[in-house]
């Protein structure tokens, strides 16, 4: 199974024989990748009920719940992972939901699309919403309920206590952006976060 370019980075980030909790995990391939390669044991969360299906046929162990408030019936300490993946933008309670993250295990990987991705900036000059490979919806039809660059989603990491441990912002093909730290703001398509506690 080939993993989406950004999940295939996340993987490389999780050490071997790690208990990860996959929230917003789709189909589970993350995990069924990691439980392959990695020898990971792992529980997938997620609410689209025709994902929670196509992952129970494939084995994953999965949870269908509402990751906005129902994160409690997780123990404290339960896991060494917690993977948020492109998900954050579309949670009502994004504050709460990385207080939860943090509690559950002492480490985060999240991936989030940057709004503040030139093509995006360019877009809105032109009267026009952003569209891009991160953010394929048409402003009608799309799952985001929060609009962040890399800026905003860092101020949200400190408020909430934790810290940025890496950040490896991506092309709009998902590949590592090679160009100096200080474009990323304008020029990653999103970018992939490594987080602890303070």
Not at 5 to 15: G, K, M, R
Not at 26 to 34: E, R, Y
Not at 43 to 62: F, K, M, N, Q, Y
Request: with cysteine; charged share 20%.
């Amino acid at each position: 199974m080939t993993l989406r370019s950004d999940l295939a980075l996340v993987a490389d980030l999780i050490e071997p024989s790690s208990r990860v909790l996959d929230l917003g995990c789709s189909t589970g391939a993350l995990l069924s990748h990691l439980a392959a390669t990695k020898d990971c044991a792992g529980t997938g969360v997620e609410i689209d009920a025709d994902a929670v299906l196509a992952a129970i046929r494939s084995g994953v162990p999965i949870i269908e719940l509402d990751m906005d408030h129902e994160l409690t019936e997780f123990a404290d300490g339960s896991y060494d992972v917690v993977v948020l993946s492109r998900t954050l933008q579309t949670l009502h309670r994004p504050f709460e939901v990385l207080q939860e993250m943090i509690r559950i295990a002492p480490r985060i990987i999240l991936s989030m699309p940057n709004f503040g991705y030139w093509r995006n900036r360019f877009r809105l000059l032109r009267g026009r919403m952003p569209m891009s490979k991160d953010i394929p919806y048409d402003w009608y039809d799309t799952p985001n309920l929060h609009h962040a660059t890399l800026v905003d989603l860092e101020d949200l990491f400190a408020a909430v206590g934790l810290v940025v441990q890496k950040r490896i912002p991506l092309t709009a093909d998902g590949r590592t952006l090679r160009l100096p730290e200080g474009t990323a703001t304008w020029a990653a398509g999103s970018a992939v976060y490594v987080l602890g506690a303070v």
